[in-house]
C-alpha cells in the first residue's frame, strides 16, 4: 500500500434531511450510494446525526455488526430485544453487537425512561458500525462510563477488539484488528495519532491542525492508509474519534 492521507470536508458527505433527523453519512448509506465510497479499514459508518426531542430511530434489525454510539450533545434511549434499556449521554461509551440478529430503538425521549418532564433538546451523536472479524456470534451490549479518562486531554481507548487494549477500561468490540479513541482536546494542546494500516480521524467538534495538512473543520474527516504518526493541534477546546485499524474488510 501507498502511503496517503485523504482528506474528506464536512460539506462533501451524503446528507440525509427529515422532520425529526439531519444525519451526514461519510460513507455509502441507505438511498445514498457510490460504489467508490463504501468503507475504510473495517469502517463501514461513520453517521453524524441530529435527533429532534421526541424523535428518533424506531424499532429495527440488525445482523453482524458491531455498532459504537457516541454521543456529544444531550441524551439517547436505547432499547433491543436482548433486554437492555438504557440511556447513552456524553462520555458514556457503548457498543451493540448485532451477531446473529437484534432489534433495537434509538429515541431522542430520555422522560420516557427515567419519568419527568418532557424537553426540547436535540441529541447530536456520531454512530459507527464496524465488520466483526466473526460471523454468527451470539448478540450483545455494553457500555461504560469514561468521562473521567477523557479529562486528560489525550487520546483514550473507547472501544476496542485488540489484545493490547484487553486490560483498558474500553469496551470489546467483537474485532481484533480495531479500535476506537477519543481525545477531547484543550486550546492548544496536541494529540499524536497512532500508526496503523488503515486509520479514520473524525473532528466532532472545534477545529485542528493536523500535520502536515493543514486545518480540520468540525465534520471534518481523514483516511489515512499506510501511515500514522501525526500530531494533532487543537486550534479551540476541540473533540476527536480515531479508529486505529488494522485490517481491512477486503481481507475476508
Known amino acids: 500500500m501507498q502511503p496517503t492521507v485523504d482528506v474528506r470536508r464536512s460539506e462533501e458527505r451524503f446528507n440525509t ?19 467508490r465510497n463504501t468503507h475504510h479499514g473495517v469502517l463501514l ?20 455488526m458491531e455498532i459504537v ?3 456529544l450533545q444531550g441524551s439517547l434511549v436505547h432499547q433491543d430485544s436482548t433486554g437492555h434499556s438504557g440511556l447513552i449521554y456524553p462520555g458514556l461509551a457503548q457498543r451493540m453487537s448485532a451477531g446473529t440478529g437484534i432489534l433495537h430503538s434509538e429515541k431522542n425521549d430520555s422522560w420516557r425512561l427515567e419519568g419527568g418532564s418532557t424537553h426540547a433538546d436535540p441529541v447530536h451523536f456520531v ?21 473521567g479518562e477523557l479529562l486528560s ?4 481507548t473507547v472501544a476496542s477488539g485488540m489484545d493490547k487494549h484487553a ?6 468490540i467483537r474485532n481484533k484488528y480495531a479500535a476506537l479513541h477519543a481525545a477531547r482536546i484543550p486550546s492548544a494542546g496536541h494529540v499524536t495519532l497512532p500508526e496503523a494500516p488503515f486509520l479514520h480521524l473524525f473532528v ?7 500535520e502536515g495538512e493543514g486545518v480540520l473543520a468540525e465534520g471534518d474527516a481523514v ?15 476541540s473533540e476527536i474519534l480515531v479508529w486505529e485499524m488494522h485490517a481491512s474488510v477486503r481481507d475476508w
Open 17 to 35: 434531511r427529515l422532520s425529526w433527523l439531519d444525519s451526514k453519512h461519510s460513507f455509502s448509506f441507505s438511498r445514498h450510494f457510490d460504489p
Open 45 to 64: 459508518v461513520s453517521n453524524d446525526d441530529i435527533v429532534t426531542a421526541g424523535s428518533g430511530f424506531e424499532t429495527h434489525p440488525h445482523q453482524d
Open 69 to 71: 454510539t457516541w454521543v
Open 127 to 147: 454512530q459507527m458500525w464496524v465488520v466483526p472479524d466473526e460471523g454468527g456470534i451470539t448478540p450483545g451490549y455494553e457500555q461504560v462510563e469514561i468521562d
Open 153 to 156: 486531554g489525550g487520546l483514550t
Open 167 to 172: 486490560n483498558s477500561s474500553a469496551i470489546r
Open 204 to 210: 466532532a467538534r472545534g477545529s485542528v491542525t493536523l
Open 223 to 237: 483516511r489515512f492508509t499506510a501511515t500514522g504518526g501525526q500530531r494533532i493541534s487543537a486550534e479551540e477546546p
